[in-house]
């Protein structure tokens, strides 16, 4: 593994991903995963293929290369114009089991939590804890709870949650934490190497309301096919 | 050309912790999907060279006892890795060398008196369905092997009806005295230990050791920790002298790979294994190196290891000596089997 780290805060998310689409682009020899993570991107490589009759060790090698090949690319510009995803969400109170104790908690209506999480455009930080579950940045601070002191064995997949100062989706039944607010039918991840997880760390994200009748609606469609 | 298959092998005991694995799922890590696969690879291309397949086939890998498995045909089996003591009617298997075993043949696993992981070859296709690039069992995740989970009783793994042709010791139709025909030469398990011995893991060290204080550094280096049973393929889970992070902050989660060695909060190291997640939100103070991984997942629980600080450069040469001694030991292998045809 290679760690590469930045010094800008303010973005290093949609930065990471940005530069492991480039390192992804530069199809490197026994190069197996990339995996960007907040301010980090692991390179997993196989040091046997990057041998070389000078002194140098494999991962000088790498590092070098890839120091040379990334040099002089404008990332910063493209790093601000990342993909953004629209994720629809139904916030009803049957689905977004958490709320009501989470207003309690934090001495805000419903309605203030509702709008808090959805008004929000969100980056993808991670994918890690299970396939396809990502960790959002950019929650509102008043969001920002800690774990729930007895997790759930079951979280209902799709659910949308808040926890440690992050926002993610549970792509499936997971045992869990997180509060939840509300849930979505956006597939979050399919095992088939055609799709994979449906984000990138460096996404955006915006959550957008529906009704419970949309929500169902929805599910009907998803069940007819 | 037909792709019939049957069932081989029938699950009459499924051990404690048996699965399909190849060499892992590789290249998801972005995706958030663990790479599983075999624990010790070596053992794996070594059990499966034997009988002929490609080193990286689907295997079956057990972990502290071993199933007992019933054949419907003759087949040629190996096993490597620790040696759970398997008889046939009573004899003893011979460990480390193929074997020609006959239909209706009760393999039957034991426990391990050195090592944790046990791997059993089947020369020809085993047919488990490829999830992402690997048939490996990701038992957090549910997929991959046989329905996504350990072994149980009554379980079928199918096989190719095509492969059949390509086993080694092809005349062999009959057994002799022995329930099972084996040839005259075998591999060594090349890892581990003798038992009360200490085991020693060398790891690099990560930006975050070096802001260790001393005594903490100290404490890993000069101490041997204990291996405990809550140790899995998620990680292997040590008990000894508490490490001590001075300053306990808050980061976000990190990749993390094969040998990374975390402390979370109780001070007590884990190192990652195969089934580990992508990322881990505890800090990583160093990384075992690859050379050293069939013995940091062989070590069993109750076992002692002790760490040794080397260098990138120092890892990365004794992974290319390695890869050497490994690419003869594996072509000498496949000449052998080549002989048996």
Request: glycine share 10%; charged share 20%; net charge negative.
């Amino acid at each position: 593994m290679i760690g590469i780290n930045f010094d800008n805060p303010n973005f290093y998310s949609a930065m990471s991903g940005l530069v492991a689409d480039k390192i992804r682009a530069l199809n490197l020899k026994g190069v197996s995963d990339i995996v960007p993570a907040f301010d980090q991107i692991a390179i997993h490589y196989d040091p046997i293929q990057w041998m070389s009759s000078s002194s140098e060790t494999p991962y000088d090698e790498i590092v070098g290369y890839l120091g040379r090949k990334l040099n002089g690319m404008d990332l910063v510009s493209e790093a601000t114009d990342r993909k953004m995803m629209r994720i629809p969400v139904c916030y009803d109170q049957k689905l977004g089991l958490d709320l009501l104790e989470l207003s309690s908690i934090l001495k805000r209506s419903v309605s203030d939590l509702i709008n808090l999480h959805h008004s929000k455009t969100y980056t993808v930080g991670a994918i890690g804890f299970a396939p396809g579950f990502a960790y959002l940045e950019g929650l509102d601070t008043v969001l920002a709870v800690s774990r729930r002191s007895e997790p759930r064995t079951r979280v209902p997949a799709g659910s949308v949650a808040v926890a440690g100062g992050y926002t993610g989706i549970y792509p499936s039944i997971l045992p869990g934490g997180w509060h939840i607010l509300g849930r979505t039918h956006a597939s979050l991840f399919q095992k088939s190497t055609t799709c994979g997880a449906l984000l990138s760390v460096g996404d955006q994200v915006q959550f957008e309301p529906i009704s419970i009748e949309e929500f169902n609606a929805q599910q009907s469609l998803i069940e007819n096919q | 050309m037909t792709n019939k298959k049957f069932a081989l092998i029938e699950t009459l005991n499924p051990g404690l912790f048996t699965t399909i694995q190849d060499k892992g799922r590789v290249g998801w890590q972005a995706h958030g999907v663990s790479v599983s696969g075999a624990a010790d690879l070596n053992s794996m291309m070594i059990a499966n060279l034997l009988v002929g397949n490609d080193g990286d086939a689907p295997i079956i890998e057990f972990v502290m006892l071993a199933p007992t498995l019933s054949f419907s045909r003759d087949c040629v089996i190996a096993t490597a890795g620790a040696n759970f003591s398997f008889t046939i009617d009573g004899i003893p298997l011979s460990h480390g060398r193929p074997v020609k075993i006959f239909a209706g043949t009760v393999l039957k696993g034991g426990q391990a008196s050195r090592g944790a992981y046990g791997y059993l070859a089947i020369s020809g296709g085993m047919c488990i369905d490829i999830v992402m690039g690997s048939v490996s069992t990701d038992t957090g995740s549910h997929f991959g092997g046989v329905a996504g989970r350990r072994l149980k009783t009554s379980d079928m793994i199918f096989f190719s009806e095509q492969f059949d042709s390509l086993s080694p010791f092809k005349d062999v139709k009959s057994r002799g005295d022995l329930p099972f025909v084996s040839t005259n030469w075998g591999v060594k398990d090349l890892f581990g230990v003798e038992a009360r011995e200490e085991m020693l893991l060398r790891f690099i060290p990560t930006k975050r050791w070096d802001g260790l204080s001393n005594k903490a550094r100290e404490g890993l280096l000069s101490n041997t920790y204990r291996v405990t049973n809550e140790s899995n393929r998620m990680g292997i889970r040590l008990v000894g002298e508490k490490i001590e992070l001075e300053q306990v902050e808050l980061q976000p989660s990190e990749p993390v790979v094969m040998g990374t060695i975390q402390l979370p909060p109780n001070g007590q190291p884990i190192v990652l294994s195969v089934d580990r997640q992508t990322i881990g939100g505890y800090p990583s103070i160093g990384t075992v190196i690859s050379v050293d991984r069939a013995n940091l997942v062989q070590t069993q629980p109750g076992s002692s290891i002790r760490f040794l600080e080397v260098s990138l450069a120092d890892a990365q040469g004794a992974l290319i000596q390695e890869n050497n001694a490994m690419k003869d030991l594996f072509r000498t292998i496949e000449s052998r089997v080549r002989e048996l045809n």
